[in-house]
């Protein structure tokens, strides 16, 4: 098997894999850079200009997995794109939004290549989307060659699936996204066990390990502690949210909460991306019953849109639970102008769920020093941050450490390490070297095609 990451910047970014095995020629997802604008932000697809794809399979339906695919579809009409049935409903409204954001920045940064593909392109996507049942084998066929694709829900969110192919005896295994623990709206990771012939591993988290005593469990009753004391204190409190798959789970586990009494019967509000995805959801869990959320939740809240009118470090008059965009708190986003409001004011409270790059204004509003200001540079507002600010580890990233028993457990011969900073792919190196040591390790380079 022939393998090349074309994420052209490495580590986490434009995630894309594309293998060659036997006579197959097949892409693994087919992302969008979150940090790189133009066609910098996409995959390096050259080593695709002379080939005919035989499938593309689509692991999940976050940008950095999902977001150049329609350009893939565009120059391969033919070809069948492969996923789970959540991600057939999932995937054109994510690419949608991600036009619009597209044609957005266009106007604002002069990004003369954006949009870097139209809707007519992911009408065409989606005519060729296979949807396939988990942990249920589909057999394609190359002349009189073979290969069996099964799909493994992987957790992370909903749809997401980690790729097993089996190819003359040989098992490949991408892992894509994982999480083995339940989330409050989609049971943790099923994969597929060893032994393996090659395992494409995740590494996000592997530069840094969970604190000792915390589990997602306990992480959540943190958060709903922390919200309660917010409240009570007679604060808002923002959560800043992912739009596909975290804000569903907030607003169960708020739900929850005031069922069991943890949290007063106190107004919530929401905006972004996320709203629409909540009736994505709950046509995803009639469909299939893959997912566990009924939306009837937000009308039994009550939830409405924040005010319209919002004017940096002016506190909120409607006091609260803020359920918005982004989860980075990225600037023009709503968490971004509920944050400028909030923060300046001490009964209030900032409470992130999920992971924040270093780069973001959310990640530099967790990283500042309180006795210092906090700069909104796009709403040239400086902010004394007098707003509690925390943070709680509800990733939808697996442990390290659980990813690496894994490993260990696959008995794979080969492990090739993806999706990591190069501080994270280390440490598993380290530990492969250690707890493996007979196995074949590969830390790719962008672009460069190994023989697995």
Known sequence: MKLTDLNRHGEIGANSIFIQIGPFNILVDAGLHPKKMGNDALPDFTPLASIDLDLIILTHCHLDHLGALPIVTAQHPSTPVITSAPNELLAPRMLRN????????????????????LHRDVAQLSKQICVQRFERGEIYLKGKKQIEVILHPSGHVAGAAAVELVYQQRRIVFTGDVL???????????????????????????????????????????????VGTILQRGGS?????????RMQEMFKLIYEARNFGRLPDSPVFAAGLGMDLCNYFDKIRRRTQLIDFDSSILEKMQVKAPEAKMRPGRDLAKKGIYVVSSGMMVEHTPSYKVAASLLPHPAN???????????????????????????????????????????????GHADRHELMNYAVASQARAIVLTHGDNDARDWFQDQLTTRMPGTKRINPIPIQTYQV
Not at 193 to 214: F, H, V
Not at 374 to 389: E, G, W
């Open 237 to 245: 409190c923002l959560i800043p949210v992912f739009a596909l798959g």
């Open 98 to 117: 991600s036009i619009n954001v597209m044609k957005r920045q266009h106007e604002e940064h002069g990004i003369r290549e954006y949009p870097l593909f």
């Open 349 to 395: 409270g900032i409470c992130f769920v999920g992971y924040c790059d270093p780069d973001t204004p959310g990640g530099q509003l967790q990283h500042a020093n309180p006795q210092e200001k906090f700069f909104f540079d796009a709403l040239d507002y400086s902010a004394p941050i007098r707003a509690s600010v925390d943070r709680f580890d509800l990733s």
């Open 180 to 226: 083995f623990e339940a989330q409050r709206t989609l049971p943790g990771a099923h994969l597929p066990q060893g032994p393996l012939d090659t395992l494409i591993l995740e590494t996000t988290r592997g530069a840094k390990c969970r604190e000792s005593g915390r589990s997602r469990a306990s992480e959540v009753d943190r958060l709903i502690d922390q």
